[in-house]
C-alpha cells in the first residue's frame, strides 16, 4: 500500500469545512497534517467545533503559520470569498496543490467575477490556471490541474442535470431553474435573526428571485455545451431541512424524443459515472436519500399538457454540492480512485 | 342584530373539516347546527377528533340522518371527491345551498372530471349550475349561487397570481407554475409509508411532474382570461411543514413594462380585496406568515439575467386554499361582509 | 357598549411582544394607543417587524417619547430584564397599570432578585407591591393590583399542575420537573450559533440542568401550597419547534388516592377556571393542541412500577405562557371577562 | 486478511433492518449472503426500500427460504416481537448464531416475558441461553454466546448511564427516568393517523406515562447491580425528529462525591469503552451528534437547589440503540475488534 497523501485544511469551523474533515477522516489514503484557521482566530478542538466527530478525531483547528503547511501537498480552502484568492496563490507558489470551495476562482474572467461579487481579484493570473471542478464535465482537466475550482452547489445540480441534453443541443437554451435549498448553504456564521430556528420552522420562502450569484456561473458552464449563451432563469428557495438539494428544471425538446431516447441518453453519460445516478422510471429523488452522500440523483418527466421536460435533480450541497465533490476532485487530482472515501451511506429514516 | 345562520358541515374529522369548524366556531353569523359524518361512521365528538378545540365547541360529529339538516340554510361539504355529487343534489333539492370543497362540481364539462378524476359524474346537470368559487375572479356570480364549488388549493393560488397580468395579455400563455406545499395537503386519510412523520421528516420531493389533477382547472380558469388555451406546465412538492403554499410563477411579458407599471397593475385590481396582499418592494412571501390566515400574499421580481418576470403566490393551503375560502364564498351568498369571521391573525414564530 | 380600554406595549418586536399584540389587536375591548420601543432604536411598522400581521393593523413601533402614553390606562411591559424595573416606577407614577412580562418584580425579596438575575434591583419598594399574576392562584389580589408581575413560562405550567395536591399536602415536598419548551422560549434576539435553524434541526438537548432561573420562582410560589420550601429538581430542555412547553412532574403520594379521587381534586379546582383542561381519562397533552391558545391541557397517571405520581401539563410558552396570561391579568384588572379576547383556536394540524 | 463471515438479515425492510444492512455493507469483514423478507411478502429489492442504498447494494430482499443460508455463520433477526422465538430455534438447531433484535429472549423468566408481552413464549428453553447483549455490562458472556438478546434502545440509553453509580451502590434505588425519543423508535409498519407527517409536526406529547414495555427490562437489569430491585419510574416522550434519544434520569446520591470522584467513576468504567463518551464538563449531550453513530455521550449535574444527581444520556435508537450495538455483539461474538465497521460519523448539521 502506498503512502498516505498529507493534505491541510484551512477554514474547518464552518459547515463545509466540518463536512470535508469529516468524509476526509475516513478517506484511507489521506493524512491530515493541519486543520488551520486565519490567523485572527483562536485554536479550537475539531470535537468542540463539530460535536459528530467526538471521539473520532483529535486533531485541533490552529492559527495558520506557514510552518504548518511543511510537507503537505494538498490544501484545502473553506475561508470566504475574497480571501481564497490570496491563499491560494501563496500555496501554489510553494509548490502546494489546491481545491478551492470558495467562489474566488470558478470565473474565467475577472471582471466577471467583479461584477458578481463585487470585489476585485487579486490572482487574476491564477483563474487562467484554475480548473472548474466538476469530473462529470472536466475530469481529464481536473486530473492535470493544480488549482481547482470547486463550484457552487446549485451549478453542479444543475449542470449535472442538463449537460447531456445541452451539449447535444436536443433542448433549447431557455431554460428556468427552481432551487430547493437546505439551510446549511447559508453557512454557520450567518447570525441574522432572518436564519434562527423560530423564524425558519414551518416556513418556506424564496430569496434573491432572478437575481443570484450562482446564476452567471451555470451561464459560463452551459455556454460551450449550447455552443450559445442560455437565457437562464434561476429561483433559490429555503427548505426548513439542514442538508439537500433539489432542482427542478424546465426545458424544451429541440425534437421528438422518447422517454426511452431521453433515458439512453442519460445512460451513455453516466452510466459509468460512480455518483450520478439517473433513477429507474417511477421513482423521483428525494433529498433525504442523499442527504450525507456524494450522489446526484436524476429523473425527468414530460407535461402531459405542455410537453415541457422537467428534469429533477437531487444533491447534498455540503456533500456532492460542496466537500464531497473536492474530494472527488482530490482523488483525479492524486490518481485514486475517483470513489475513494466517498462511498458513505446516508441515513434515513 | 340579525338571526344567525344555520349551517351544517358534512365531513369534519379531516383536516380541511376542522379547519372549516374552526373557522365558523369563530364566526359571529353562523350556527353550527349538525357536524355530520358518512353514515358508515360512527360518532365522535368534535374535541377528540380536532384536539386544538378542546374548550371551544361541545359539538358531536354524528352519522349522517335527513333530519339533521332541519332548518339548515347552508352545508359545506368536506367528503371524498365521488361523494359530494349525490349529497349536494339532494341537498339542493331540499332547498339548501351548498358549499363543496370536493372537486366534483369545479369542472364546467362533465368529460374533463371524468378524464381527469377517472369517474363518471353522476350529477352532470349541476355543472352548468355551480360557480367556481373563487371571489377575485368570480364575486358577483357566487353572491347569486346555490351551489359552490370550492377551487383547489394550488389552482388558488396561481389564478390570483395571475389573473391581473392574464386578463390584460401582458403576459405570453407559456407558464410554468413550480409550487410547493405543506404535508396537510395530502389529507389526513392517506394511511402510505409515504406519509409517515419519517419518511417526510428531513426530505423534501416533487410529486406527480407534470401531471396534477390541478393542472386541467387552472386551465379551464386561466383560457377565459387569456383567451386562448394556456400552455401551463405544473410541478407540485411537498414541504416538510403542515400548512401553505408557495407557488413560483414563470412567465414572458408581451410588452416591455416597468416594476411600477406592474405594482400599478396589481393594486388597480387587488388594492380593495381584502385577502389579496401585494406585498411592498424588496419583500417576499413566507408561507409562515399566512399560515392559518385567509390572506394571500403576491411578489415579483424580473429575473436579471432572462427577462423573465418569477411571481410568487403564498397562501395557507386548509385557510385561503380551502375552507377560508369556502367561508368567503359563504359570505358573499349569504350577503355578509366578506371579511366576517376571517380576519384570525397567523402565528409566529 | 362601554369604551374601550387605552393600552400601551413598550418592546412589541420580540417574540412575546408580537404575540401580544396579535392578542391584543384581536381584543374587542383594547385599544391599541402606543406601541413603542426602546428611545435608542428606530421605528418600525408592526407589520414588518411582524408579517403574519400584514394586513391586520397599520401601528407604528416608535422610540419612546412621554408623551406617548397620554391617556393610557395599561402598558404591557416586554422589555428585558433589568429595563422594566425603572419604566414601570415612571409609569406607576403617572397613574398607568402596568404589566410587566419580565422578570423583575416576580420576586418577593430583592435578595432573591440580586441572586438570580445577578444585578441590583433598583425597585425594591415595588416588590411589596406587585402581585404574581397567576390568576389561577392569585384571581383576587390581581384584581385589585396596579403593578402585575407576569410569571415565568415553566412556573406557570409547574404551579398549575402541582397546586391542587400541594396546597392539601397530599403529595411530598420532592418534586422532580423535567420541562421541554419550543425554541421561541430563547427570544429574538439571540443571535448566537446555538439558536441557527441548522443546529437546532434535528437536535433534542437539555440546557441549564438543575440551574435554571425559574426554580427559585417556583420555589417561591409552591412554599406557601406546602407549608414548607420543596425541595424541587428543575430541568428544562429545547425541542426543535417554535411553541409550546410539556411539563412531566413526578411527585409521590402522602396517602393512597385512587385515580377518580385525584381527578375530582383537579375538577373541584380547576371545574370552573376558563383556561386549565384535565383532559379526560386515556388522552394526554400534545404542545400542538395548545399552540397558540391560552389554555392549559393537564393529566396525570401512576407509574405502574413505582407507584410515582406524574402529572403532564402543557401549555404555549408565548400564550399561557407568557402574552395571553398577561392579558388574562388585564381583563381582571379591568374588570373585564377574564376570557375576553382569549377564546382564539389553535392551528392543527 | 481471513475470510469475510457469511451472515443473513430477516426482516431487512423496516428502520431497524435498513439502519443494519447500511452498517454491514460497510465492515470489511462481512459478507451479507442473504436478505429475507417473512415467506408470506414479496420480494423488494433493497434500494427501492432503503432508497438511501442506491447504488451502494444490489441485493434483493426475498422470501425466506430454508437453503437461503447455506454456508451462513450468523443471523441477524428484525422481524416482530413473537416472531423471533420460533424462527431462533430452528437456525439455532442448524447451527448458526443469532443476534436478535426483538424482544423475545430480553428476560430471563419466561412469565415476564408474557405479562409485559402480553403472548406466551414458545421457545422457553432458549431464555437460558440468551445473552442480554449490552457489552458495556456482559461483554464477556456475549463473545461466548450462540443467541444474543440485543436491547431495548430506551434501556440500552439508561443502563449506561446508571451502571457506574448501581454497581457501587453509590445512589438510591428510586430512579426517575424521563426519555426522549426521535420517531423511528415507532418502526415503519404502524400506520397510524397519530405517526403522520402531519400529526408530529410542531407537537411533542409523552406517551404511556408509568406504563412501558422497557420499564421491566431496566429493572431486570438493574436488579444485580443494585443488588436489590429499584424502584423505577419511567416516561417516553416523542421528539418529532427521526433519530435519537436523550434520557434524563434523575437519583439520589447515597453519599456525598464531588463532581471530579463522579467523573472519576465514569472514567475508570468507561475510560477505554470504545462506544461510551462521558462529555466534558460544559458540555451536554446533543442527540444530533449521535445519529447515526453507534456513541453514547453522557453528562451529568446537580441541582443546586435540591442536590438531585441529573444523569443525561444521549444516542441513537437505530444505531447504539439497535442496529449498531447488534453489530458490536457480533464483533464480540466472532471474535472481531469491537468496533469494526461501526465508526462511522454522524451528520451534521
Redesign the interface.
Known sequence: MSERIKVAVIGATG?TG?ELV?LL??HPMVDITAVLRLSSEESLSLEQA???????TSLQCVPYQPDHLKGVQVTFLCVPNGVAMDIARSLLEQGIKVVDLSADFRFHEPEVYERVYRQPHRSPELLRKAVYGLPELHRNEIANASLIANPGCYPISVLIALAPLAKRRLIGP?I?V?S?S???G?G?S????G?????????????N???HRH??EM?QELTPLFQQTP?????P?L??????I?S?I?CHLNEPLTEDEIRNLYQTDYGDEPFV?L?PPG???????????N?C?ISF??????E?L?I?S?LDNLTKGAAGNAIQCFNLLMGLDERMGL???????
Do not use: C, W
Request: glycine residues 8%.
Open positions: 459547515y466540518g469529516r477522516l475516513h463539530h460535536p459528530h466527530l467526538t471521539g473520532l431557455d428556468i427552481d430547493k437546505g439551510v446549511s447559508a454557520r450567518r447570525l441574522e435573526v436564519y434562527l430556528f423560530t423564524e425558519l420552522f414551518g416556513d418556506f420562502r424564496a430569496y428571485p432572478g437575481n446564476t452567471p451561464i437565457k437562464l432563469t434561476f429561483t428557495h427548505i426548513p431541512i439542514s442538508r439537500g433539489l427542478t424546465y445516478h433513477l421513482q423521483l429523488p428525494r433529498v433525504k436519500a442523499i442527504a450525507g452522500t450522489f440523483h418527466a414530460r407535461d402531459r399538457f405542455s415541457t422537467i429533477l437531487a462511498l458513505l451511506p446516508g441515513l434515513m429514516p
